[in-house]
């Protein structure tokens, strides 16, 4: 059990560009969830996946940001078309899927837009 | 819609003291809760969770919570806190049918000498 992995940890773009960000799972865990934390926050769920299905999206998640989880694997959130305002942590938590649901959530990666 | 409520942003503790965290939530129905702490840029890892019976749950680092339904609390507390307890502590809660977790704005914990 390696953990929940994440990268890149730091990401610096200007605004208007577009990042990608990979979160890798534990491995036999079929949910994975993203989050954002803004400074001085607890996190925010923004998405979440069982297995390859995207079941639920929160209303933070605008039309520039999409989540994908092909073969139910790792995922990528892809931000486009950055703005100041998307400057946060964004973490990935994986789950079992089980009844008693416990997320891990991994490093996370920092986005900062100038 | 759930709810989480950590009323103290910043506590100040002695090394050697007591440490008491207060968490209140709001949810219809029976809660999972949560408790996780992170240092300064880094994940969350998670300390103990409460999904049913005994209400009084342990947790790694001597961490304990205990789950009062009747106050709508899930309280953190430690015996004796280290240095290396410094760090941001979040409550959450979450359900069997809403797997997403909702946190609270946390509590920044400064352990001094």
């Known amino acids: 059990d390696t953990g929940v992995s994440q990268n890149p940890r730091h990401k610096i773009t200007k605004r208007g560009q577009n990042v990608t960000f990979r979160c890798d799972p534990i491995s036999e865990h079929n949910r994975l969830y993203w989050y954002r934390q803004t400074l001085g926050q607890g996190p925010e769920f923004l998405t979440y996946?069982?297995?390859?299905?995207?079941?639920?999206k929160s209303r933070l998640l605008s039309d520039r940001f999409s989540a994908e989880r092909p073969k139910g694997s790792f995922s990528t959130l892809e931000i486009q078309r950055t703005e100041q305002g998307d400057s946060a942590m964004y973490l990935c938590?994986?789950?079992?899927?089980?009844?008693?649901?416990?997320?891990?959530f991994g490093p996370g990666t920092r986005l900062t837009v100038l | 819609a759930q709810s989480v409520t950590q009323p103290d942003i910043h506590i100040t503790v002695s090394e050697g003291a007591s440490l008491e965290l207060r968490c209140n939530y709001s949810?219809?129905?029976?809660?999972?809760l949560f408790w996780y702490v992170q240092s300064p840029g880094q994940g969350l890892q998670l300390l103990l969770k409460y999904f049913s019976g005994d209400t009084l749950v342990q947790g790694i680092k001597g961490f304990e919570a205990e789950f009062k339904r009747s106050q709508s609390s899930f309280n953190l507390r430690k015996p004796s806190v280290h240095w290396s307890d410094a760090a941001e502590y979040f409550c959450?809660?979450?359900?069997?049918?809403?797997?997403?977790?909702?946190f609270g704005a946390g509590t920044t914990v400064t352990v001094r000498a």
């Open positions: 949810y219809g129905a029976t809660p999972y």
């Open positions: 959450a809660v979450g359900a069997v049918n809403d797997y997403k977790l909702s």
């Open positions: 996946f069982q297995n390859e299905a995207q079941l639920e």
């Open positions: 938590a994986s789950s079992l899927g089980d009844g008693r649901d416990t997320q891990y």
